[in-house]
């Protein structure tokens, strides 16, 4: 399976991690770290997480308030969203 992220998921990935970074390098590695675990646990199995709205599915970052909203199709896993957990639900939502 091929995972790869849309262009506005790979913006926020590198806002909130850049947010990290002005705080600590240190989190923002480990956010870097969580984040491709995610990737590589949705690459393994992609069905195995909770549906979630809009045709996609979700899995939590564990020590982040962050969640990987994701679309699974063919061959292709495309990651729709890297969204904060307390922000604006649902704003992903058209891609």
Not at 25 to 37: I, Q
Request: proline fraction near 5%; charge should be positive; glycine fraction near 6%.
């Amino acid at each position: 399976m091929n995972v790869s992220f849309h262009p506005a998921a790979r913006n926020e990935l590198r806002a909130a991690w850049l947010w990290y970074k002005e705080r600590s390098p240190l989190s923002a590695r480990a956010f870097v770290r969580e984040v491709d675990e995610a990737v590589s646990r949705i690459d393994e199995a992609p069905r195995r997480y909770s549906v979630a709205e809009h045709g996609t599915r979700r899995i939590l970052l564990q020590r982040f308030p962050y969640s990987l909203f994701y679309k699974v199709g063919g061959d292709e896993t495309v990651i729709v969203a890297v969204a904060h957990q307390k922000r604006r639900p649902g704003y992903w939502s058209g891609r």
